[in-house]
């Protein structure tokens, strides 16, 4: 399972019963937020996803829309007696506005909030089985963009043939990375008798809030899915560079150019009540577009 | 007009889509805000309440669910183009968490935040129509509970007598202060003629998150209406001490100490769905109480 959902759609004023930005991405065990609006801990239950399986939150610059949701999940995390480490990767300044808060408040966590400050482009998280990147985005304050890689082994077990051989279970992480199988009696079990190759992992970018960058689109070239913001309809294209934003078809153009394979727009403006001029602009320039509609998970 | 509107009935985790605390006071043309938690502002738009009728809001003490949507009203109060001053009372310590919350998002705000600290019990807003005084409660951390009262003249004008008598408009003030009316031709019009005795002011008491504590009835006496927290049900007296707040029937026996007119209860424990209890309970103490429930105005 590689999806992600969303818990917030909008720009900085909530509107039309939508919320400041948030999204969760959920890669097999693993729960990654991305941004976290305010709102965001009643979006978890309202669509029932598990805060204690969230690790690792990604905050991408300080506009209050994007993190003042995070002090109430913070201390909601406490009072449900969380253990487990919290990472949060964010612009630096977060922290020394994060603790001041849970000072004042006499906080003491049961559990390790660790900030990771974001300082320069690349891989800021590497497990054997997913990475994350982080890139900058042109936004009127210091923004960062995030890309989640899955990582798959070369090979995957072939499940009709395996049983013709007698291989422990142990070895089977050997195999999928590619290992002749040697059994105690020395005969060879082929690699390519047992396992089959493995589809490419796939990969998620979230662009955060951004002026139209043509540069954008190579540090997202080719990921599976985009998260491309379109906070105005195209006849404002003035107010969106004005205001470092972007608008539907500026975000299907950097998809294009990036060679995703599918769109997804959000950060509407709160002067739009309908969603749906976004979509068909969009699509004229990126056919597959989706809108980012608040507890709909998209699958990568 | 002289109601409370209740956005946020909830302690501070989020249940049952009850909400974290916040109130809005109407008296006649002025709307104040006591306590602002996170979420306050979609509250006020899902309620209809106009945001830009708030000029005071005063904030109880420093626990999230009692502020964290403050950073965002303060915000979209922005965007949407405020000009007057926006006047806060709260603990000292909230303007250093508030101000670099703004400089982070390299805000500029359109109209000027005053910060007020709570530092001493007594009137911290005096106008002619209405004053409003803190008093301090026993809470975990420095906490204040606020008085509304509505200043009523000794006098209101007669409707049925005053059309017999040429007496200026402009001097219907004087009246109301109890003044005879001397015509320019040297008449005495004397005042119980054309006025009759006013009702006595009214006035709201908001006893914020507060240890079971006698003496409060003492600061809150004779108030018309009481809003006093009941975050556990009468059974959990011992955790409610613990963690220095009350049960239900600990809110009615204080509302029977002050001599209250009615009494209003909240901060429920996320641990209810139900609040039906918390009613049973209190009423049994004290008979004119009501539930705090979230979108509903209580006149006071």
Redesign the interface.
């Known amino acids: 399972m590689f999806g992600v959902t969303i818990l917030g759609n909008n720009s900085?004023?909530?509107?039309y019963d939508r919320?400041?930005t948030s999204q969760v991405v959920t890669l097999n065990d693993q729960v990654f937020m991305i941004d976290c609006g305010?709102?965001t801990?009643?979006q978890l239950?309202k669509y029932k996803i598990r805060r204690s399986r969230i690790n690792y939150i990604f905050i991408s610059h300080?506009?209050?829309?994007h993190y003042?949701?995070l002090?109430?999940l913070i201390?909601?995390l406490g009072?449900?007696g969380r253990e487990n480490h919290l990472h949060i990767y964010a612009?630096e300044?977060?922290k020394?506005?994060i603790l001041?808060?849970l000072f004042?408040?006499?906080a003491h966590l049961p559990y390790e909030l660790v900030f990771h400050a974001l300082k320069e482009e690349g891989v800021i998280l590497d497990d054997e089985r997913y990475s994350v990147e982080c890139f900058a985005v042109t936004h009127?304050?210091e923004c960062w963009g995030f890309i989640i890689r899955e990582k798959k082994k070369p090979r995957k077990i072939n499940k009709e043939t395996i049983t013709n051989y007698n291989i422990p279970a142990t070895f089977y992480e050997s195999l999928k990375d590619g290992q002749d199988y040697i059994a105690p009696n020395g005969d060879v079990i082929k690699n390519e008798l047992v396992t089959i190759a493995n589809t490419p992992g796939k990969s998620y970018a979230y662009c955060a809030d951004t002026l139209y960058d043509e540069g954008l689109a190579q540090k997202v070239k080719n990921v599976t899915m985009l998260y491309h913001e379109a906070t105005y309809l195209k006849d404002l294209e003035d107010k969106a560079v004005e205001r470092f934003h972007s608008t539907s078809v500026q975000a299907g153009k950097i998809a294009a150019l990036a060679h995703t394979k599918h769109l997804l727009i959000g950060h509407f403006s709160s002067k739009y009540e309908s969603l749906d001029d976004f979509l068909t602009e969009t699509k004229e320039v990126f056919p597959d577009t989706q809108l980012a509609i608040e507890g709909v998970t998209f699958f990568i």
């Open positions: 900085a004023l909530p509107a919320h400041p305010e709102g801990q009643m239950s300080l506009h209050g829309d003042f949701g002090p109430g201390t909601s009072l449900l612009p300044a977060l020394g506005i001041p808060l004042a408040a006499d009127r304050i």
